[in-house]
Structure formats: C-alpha cells, structure tokens
C-alpha cells in the first residue's frame, strides 16, 4: 500500500472522526470536543454552520469577559445551546452577547448566565475563535437524514427503540452487520473472478472490532450522560410567608424532595452537587441497582433581599463498573474522569477480545488458502 493510500485513509478516518464527534455532541445536547452554530450571531468569526473547538469550562480554569462560551439557555433558543461571547461579570452570572447582536442577550428575557448553565468554552487565538468552516452545515444534514431514518424505521416497525442515541446504536449496529455482509459478498465475487487476488479482499478485522468496540463505549457514555444534567428551582424570596411554591420569607430556607432513579439494568452510582449558590444536597452519592429509585434532600436559602433567585443542582451518573472508591476520586479530580474510565474499561477488553477471536486478518466469507478470519474464530469458541 503506498504513501498516498495510506495518507488518503488516514484522512478519511479523521474526517469521519471529527463528524460523528460532533454529530453525537450534538444528539446528547453537550458539545464533545467540538461544536458549531446555526444562526449569523457571531459573525464575521463564526459564521453559519461554522464549528469550533469546545474545550470543558474545568479545563481552560473557568470563564471570564471575552470568552466565547455555549450554555443551556432559558429563553434563547427556545431554551437550548446558545454560543455567545461573555461581557460582563455580575452577581447574578455572566452577561453575554452576541457579536454580531446590537443588544445583550440579557436586555430581553434571558436572565444572566449561571456558571453551572456554561457547557463549553470555545477555543480562541488572539480573541478569535478558531473557525472550522462548514462543519456544522456537513453534521446538520446527516444527523438530519440519520433521524428521519430512525423515525422511518420506528413507525414501519412500530418500535420506539430506534429513536434517540439508544436507536442511533442499534442503527449502526445494523449498517455494520450490513456492512459486512456486503463486503463479504464482493469478496467472494473477486475471489470467483480473480482467485489469486481474492486474500487481499474483504475488510480489516481490526477495523470491524474496533466499530463495534465504538458502538459500546457510545451506548455506554449515552447511558450516564442523557439522564444527568443540572436541575433548577426558582426561589422568591418574600418578606412573609406565603403558600405559593418555593415562596421563602427572606434569609429562611426550605427543603424539597430531588427524586433519583435507575431506569438501567446495571447498578449506577449518582452524585448530586449544588452548583449555585444558596442550595445544599443530602445525601451527595447515592448508589442505585437497577429499577431502584430513592429521594434526596435539597435545601433551598432565600437571600435577605426580596426577589426572584435561581439554583441549580448538578447531577453526575456512572455505571457502578469500578469500586465506588475508584469512582470517588475519578470524580473528585473531574465529572468526566469516571466516564472515560468506565469507557476505557469496556472498549479496550473488547476490542482485545473480538481480535483475540477474529484475528487480524482480514474478514471474509472464502479464501483459496483456508477458512476465513470469521470461520476461524468460530471454531476457537467450540467445546
């Protein structure tokens, strides 16, 4: 294989790396290492469909005036992920804008920023984002075209486990088993036509294992992120007691119940964390096994001022697959430590496993020296 065969893979490899980057960002609602935005408000940096580097808040030591940030909106976007520039610190959060906006976001509804509504910081030389053109254009029309087939599929079937990340596995896993049946039967096409030329047909076992060791770690990331997030209660801090709901005379405190379950099969252990101020949790780790469900205590401070207050309560999930003390620290040093982890511990046994028994050949159904890669580890597995 030469220099430019192998460049031209690698780079196809990269690009399909970078899209579904961005395409599961942007199906679990959290930026992974890349984003992009959809309106003109930050233009000339960024301009429609345009995509960015989305580094974590954690990672770049926090946000402050200048920064290009995407955070959870609340009227904005419908109340989704708005990408806007910081200008100005408050009290009360960030004030943001957008470049090309006349007007802050907050001279409208949006209230200021919290830091725990901050998802991603967006990566910038010299006070300019890092444009990646037309990134966000490509990923839009095929996550586009990948829901109306899942939701094609959900209603000639008539299940609704073809929707949503979940969905999106099983999808794959069918085009991968698709995939491969296709290749095994032009293989065996070339290998009638052309004997001689039929071993180097086929697909990499290692590229296979590896898609499925993919399809894995994703349904397992998909697992402990979609149902955690932040969790908001507005308090109005009153000068008398009153019946209306989270209504607090002024510098008092209230409790209320967070409910927290384990809709999975596996055991999941949960932490929960005031990400504002004015708010405690009780207990902050809870460990889960499958279909159980517990309540939590959170205590909610009204200010000594009157007014209206927002608080926010993060909640973090992992698959109890590493001792709780193991998990512990992963999530002390960050909330993504644990995931990557629990990720790495399910794709790389995997993925030694599935080659251990494929081999590293290549996979196909016939060859003129002997069975196939496939049929070969079928017979490792027989008593």
């Known amino acids: 294989m030469g220099v430019r065969s192998i460049g031209a893979r690698v780079g196809g490899v990269a690009v399909v790396a970078v ?3 961005v395409a599961v960002g942007a199906l679990f609602g959290q930026p992974l290492l890349l984003g992009f935005v959809e309106t003109g408000s930050m233009q000339p940096g960024l301009a429609p469909g345009d995509g960015f580097v989305a580094l974590p808040p954690a990672l770049v030591g926090g946000v402050g005036v200048g920064d290009v940030v995407t955070f959870r909106a609340e009227q904005l976007n419908g ?14 959060g960030f004030i943001t804008r957008g470049d090309a906006n006349p007007v802050r976001d907050q001279a409208g ?16 030389v010299d006070g300019d984002v890092v444009a990646l053109p037309h990134l ?38 069918v085009l991968s088993l698709v995939w491969y049946a296709v290749g095994a039967w032009r293989g065996g096409q070339a290998g009638r036509e052309r004997r001689e030329t039929a071993r180097e047909t086929g697909h990499s076992a290692r590229l296979a294992v590896a898609g499925l060791a993919a399809l894995v770690v994703l349904v397992a990331t998909a697992s402990m992120a979609l149902p955690a997030g932040t969790q908001e209660y507005e308090v109005v801090s009153a000068e008398f007691d009153s019946e209306g709901a989270r209504v607090i005379p002024m510098g008092e405190s209230e409790t209320t119940t967070h409910p927290v379950g384990n809709g999975g099969v596996l055991p999941t252990v949960v932490y929960l964390e005031p990400a ?11 460990y889960l096994e499958g279909g159980d469900r517990e309540n939590a205590t959170v205590t909610l401070q009204a200010p000594p001022e009157t007014g209206l207050y927002r608080r926010f309560v993060a ?13 512990h620290d992963l999530h002390g040093l960050h909330p993504w430590a644990p995931v990557l982890a629990i990720d790495a511990l399910l794709g790389v046994p995997f993925y030694v496993l599935g080659v251990s028994l494929v081999g590293r050949g290549r996979v196909r159904t016939t060859t003129r020296d002997g069975p196939s890669a496939l049929r070969r580890a079928l017979t490792r597995l027989k008593p």
């Open 79 to 92: 109340g989704g992920l708005v990408t806007h520039r910081v200008v100005g610190v408050t009290d009360e």
């Open 19 to 21: 899209a579904a980057t």
């Open 136 to 173: 966000g254009t490509a990923v839009s029309a095929a996550t586009g075209a990948v829901r109306g087939v899942q939701g094609t599929l959900a209603r000639v079937t008539g299940f609704s486990s073809f929707l949503g990340v979940r969905g999106l596995a099983y999808l794959l896993f």
């Open 315 to 327: 909640e973090h999930r992992y698959l109890a697959l590493l001792p709780r003390s193991v998990i």
């Open 276 to 286: 504002s101020e004015g708010v405690t949790v009780q207990p902050r780790e809870t």
């Open 109 to 124: 509804d949006e209230p200021p920023v919290k830091r725990a509504q901050v998802v991603a910081v967006a990566l910038q």
